[in-house]
């Protein structure tokens, strides 16, 4: 069926010469047919690390780097350089491939190097030592020619053993989960825990050198024939390391009744190694990170600050973790009552908040505790081990990710026992049970009463926790001896910041990924556009401080930030429904990425990283009836019942991968490929429904722009990615692009019945206007500029032109294109992107004049705002800070992209 016609762009030589006269580009619409990139292939990339320092002590680190369609045919080899011109080995493979099959993204690893690196085509060199798996056995060992991790297949023992040389250094990992079945809120409390070891069930070796070798071991957590936790880890080595990196992803699958305390109350979560002591207790060493690279030193047996002295050589040699000499040539009176020293084979450092670190230590068990110190904020770092060999660990984002809490025990005896607490037993268990009784919320009408109050859209039953996951990172080294203190700080300084190899802005920009042409680099060329910039880097700096100073921190918070802020309390809406935690409404995290992509800031790849981490994880549920879809915005990250595909969107995890080729997020991506299957499952608009509706395989309602462009981003990112699912990907992006562009309204229609069979809308018969507010603020300009260079679809491409034309347009012309108007709609300045694309897409100047015009004078934020922040102490806020009372998140989101793409498309036109 042709859709009805639209203002045509048949005028071609017209469009063209309003393009020229503007200097804009229009971009080719066939994917196949354009023309080859200007770029040569060999041409070389020039790679830097995100801060200083390149890879210091950590294993390894792998890039994405991006490539202009048609460059590199997807059998194409790398080679990497040093700046002197020195050969760095690297191991490359495709992650994304262009419609015509040429690379669209790269990965490459590296297991050394520092300063900037250039990639180029040609041939890689090998590493000296070659990161090798061997699965013939009844483990799988890898070796990264330095280090060799024997891999469990089955039973609890993921690690059985890691040995450098002939020396082993641990055995026995294992991961520990501690259960607590009661919740006591009162005075007197009996505590009763059980454990759980984490079990095989599957491993998989997902990459097996020479650079980098990756293996993949799932589970469940278990005791007798319960289970609880799934698990998921990937072990990464690199060639030439002594260390090795653990990527761990529990899935909670336990039940909290609310207004009960009884339940799966998780009270430790844990990964443990037990490592061989050997050496004389008092060449046995202990180190424990304190704040910034601080550090606890100490032996098991301390011959400093006694009574009697040993000898300055003697102590020396102890604090710095060398052999000490032959007691024989120490002081008598020291080497005679040696066995009257006692020896602290016990230590404990607890983070139980993200502002104060308590150490203890204790000679053994069923002895007192001695304070030994503390701090604000630990850096998760350890070391237990001797001058034969120690192993060190760390967790990263440790106090941001609090309670957290690192246990070494019996350190006096033949075998050390290491614990990574990921949730430490000394806190209160982890309580996730809905916050309130229901409050007489028992049918739609009193929810929606509800949700014209807090602002929270409740229903009985869907405040759970089932099926929500969070990821954490962890790094060992294995080695030879006690390693000197600048050696150790650099295994903190890896720990507390994970080194990151990047491509430049201009790699990103230039290779047209991520919507050809919505962003570009800063530019303070003129005063409009340094206004704009100074804007934007106001509101990320905002943001940033208002993580520390409201303390957005903790397990299953850190990486959100709030909604709306209470000018009144001085304090966000923390606690009032839907205006506390974000939960990606309206795409802050697309704000951030875009915002890297276009500077290549440091700080703000952190943040999103840390937001892609929590949203994909905490957000979403990856188990039970609602795999695959998010929760809205609220008081607890699972707490509201709109439970949708909107914040499971795989939008905002598409650039973390492709940057990083993180193998977890793209795990999280693969996930949604099916979730359109969800709509069965759950109507999203069940509340507010009118007509008849009863969700059927061959009829299901998806609308067209927060449902339709979180599943198209899931459908495009299985096509590039050319994962298992990538034909049936594929066939459902070209089926529903050209079955909306066939709607009698295109995507002012709204909505569609889709069939889960063929991946197809059905057309319908007649005309509707149904727009809103809503449906472009997820990703929808974002992946149609994607799609329309991708995909050759001229219908499609029209419909969303005219969409992009009449959303900020006239309620008079909206009419006299539609027959009727949209209604009362919100968030222009937000739109005033999709104004900018059409304008650059069509040679339509009165379009670029409006998307400037929206910009700076309809809603959202306005030139005259403030643009700083107030001081805020006690008694008007908790702690001192800053306050902009005028910020919320949802302005910010949009500000944000508005202001990024209508710079990238339109600065030139700025009024």
């Not at 045919?73 to 790398?78: A, E, G, K, L, S």
């Amino acid at each position: 069926m042709s859709p009805v016609p639209r203002r045509s762009l048949l005028k071609a030589a017209a469009v063209a010469g309003a393009a020229a006269q503007f200097g804009w580009t229009l971009g080719a619409r066939d994917a196949t047919a354009a023309p080859r990139a200007e770029t040569s292939a060999d041409d070389p990339v020039t790679l830097d690390w995100l801060e200083d320092g390149g890879l210091g002590a950590a294993p390894g680190s792998t890039v994405g780097v991006p490539w202009p369609r048609g460059l590199h045919r997807t059998d194409r080899t790398f080679a990497l350089a040093d700046a002197d011109g020195k050969a760095v080995p690297v191991q490359s493979w495709p992650i994304a491939h262009w419609p015509d099959g040429s690379l669209k993204w790269t990965a490459h690893a590296v297991s050394s190097g520092s300063g900037t690196l250039t990639l180029t085509a040609g041939t890689p060199a090998a590493p000296e030592q070659r990161a090798t798996v061997d699965k013939r056995g009844g483990t799988i060992d890898v070796s990264t020619g330095v280090i060799t991790a024997r891999i469990g297949k089955s039973g609890a023992t993921i690690i059985k053993s890691v040995t450098r040389g002939s020396t082993e250094i641990a055995r026995s990992g294992r991961l520990v989960l501690l259960r607590q079945p009661e919740f006591e809120d009162g005075d007197q409390t009996t505590v009763r825990t059980e454990r759980f070891d984490g079990t095989i069930t599957d491993v998989t070796v997902e990459q097996e050198g020479p650079v980098r070798a990756v293996v993949r071991i799932d589970g469940k957590h278990r005791k007798g024939q319960r289970s609880r936790l799934p698990f998921s880890l990937r072990l990464y080595f690199y060639a030439g390391a002594d260390s090795f990196r653990m990527v761990h992803t529990i899935t909670y699958d336990g039940q909290q009744e609310p207004g009960r305390a009884s339940g799966d109350f998780i009270r430790g979560i844990g990964v443990r190694f037990s490592v061989p002591m050997r050496d004389e207790a008092y060449d046995r060493h202990i180190r424990i990170g304190g704040e910034d690279t601080g550090l606890l030193r100490e032996a098991v047996k301390g011959v400093t600050g006694l009574r009697r002295d040993p000898g300055a050589a003697v102590q020396a040699a102890q604090y710095a973790g060398e052999k000490l000499p032959d007691p024989a040539t120490w002081d008598q009176r020291v080497t005679t009552r040696l066995q009257y020293i006692p020896e602290w084979g016990d230590y404990t450092l607890a983070q139980l908040s993200a502002d104060g670190f308590a150490l203890r230590k204790r000679t053994r068990k069923g002895y007192g505790w001695i304070g030994a110190g503390g701090g604000r904020r630990a850096s998760g770092f350890g070391y237990v081990g001797g001058v034969s060999g120690g192993l060190s660990f760390g967790l990263r984002d440790f106090w941001q990710k609090h309670p957290a809490q690192l246990d070494v025990r019996d350190a006096h005896t033949d075998e050390a026992e290491v614990t990574l607490w990921l949730w430490s037993p000394e806190a209160q268990p982890m309580d996730l049970r809905f916050y309130h009784d229901g409050m007489g919320q028992d049918t739609f009408p009193e929810q929606l009463e509800g949700l014209n109050i807090t602002y929270e859209d409740y229903e009985p039953g869907f405040g759970t926790p089932y099926g929500i996951a969070r990821t954490s990172e962890l790094l060992f080294w294995a080695n030879e001896s006690t390693p000197p203190a600048e050696k150790l700080a650099e295994q903190i300084e890896a720990v507390r910041v994970l080194p990151q190899l990047a491509a430049p802005p201009g790699q990103l920009i230039g290779a047209g990924v991520f919507g050809k042409g919505l962003y570009a680099e800063p530019d303070r060329s003129t005063p409009a556009k340094a206004k704009i910039e100074d804007h934007l880097d106001f509101l990320f700096t905002y943001y940033k401080d208002q993580v520390e100073m409201r303390r957005w921190y903790g397990f299953w918070d850190y990486g959100d930030i709030m909604h709306t802020y209470d000018t009144v309390r001085h304090q966000w809406r923390y606690d009032v429904g839907g205006y506390a935690w974000d939960n990606s409404e309206l795409s802050p995290d697309l704000w951030l990425w875009y915002a890297y992509l276009r500077s290549g800031r440091a700080d703000i790849f952190r943040f999103a990283e840390a937001m892609t981490r929590h949203t994909g994880e905490v957000d979403v549920y990856h188990l039970g009836k609602w795999a695959g879809l998010g929760t809205r915005h609220g008081v607890q990250h699972f707490a509201d019942s709109a439970k949708q595909q909107r914040i499971a969107n795989t939008t905002y995890r598409r650039y973390y991968y492709f940057l990083t080729a993180d193998e977890r997020v793209g795990d999280l991506m693969h996930a949604t490929v099916d979730s359109d299957e969800t709509f069965l499952a759950l109507d999203p608009l069940r509340k507010i429904r009118t007509e008849p509706y009863t969700p059927d395989r061959h009829a299901l309602s998806i609308g067209f722009g927060t449902d339709w462009s979180g599943l198209v981003s899931a459908w495009l990112t299985e096509w590039e990615r050319r994962g298992p699912q990538w034909k049936k990907a594929r066939a459902r992006v070209l089926s529903t692009m050209e079955t909306i562009a066939a709607q009698p309204n295109g995507f002012v229609q709204g909505s569609g019945l889709y069939d889960l069979d063929t991946g197809r809308f059905a057309v319908a018969d007649t005309p509707k206007v149904e727009v809103s507010h809503l449906s472009a603020v997820f990703g929808l300009n974002e992946l149609c500029a994607e799609l329309i260079d991708l995909v050759d679809m001229p219908e499609f491409n029209e419909a969303y032109y005219d969409y992009c034309r009449y959303f900020n347009a006239s309620k008079a012309e909206q009419t006299a294109r539609y027959g009727s108007d949209f209604g009362n709609l919100i968030l222009f300045q937000g739109h005033s992107r999709l104004d900018a694309y059409a304008a650059v897409r069509t040679g339509d100047g009165e379009l670029a004049d409006r998307a400037w015009e929206k910009f700076y004078t309809s809603d959202g934020y306005r030139e005259s705002a403030p643009w700083r922040t107030e001081k805020v102490t006690g008694p008007t806020a908790l702690v001192a800070g800053g306050e902009a009372t005028w910020v919320s998140t949802n302005d910010t989101a949009l500000y944000g992209l508005a202001a990024i793409e209508n710079l990238a498309l339109l600065g030139h036109r700025m009024p």
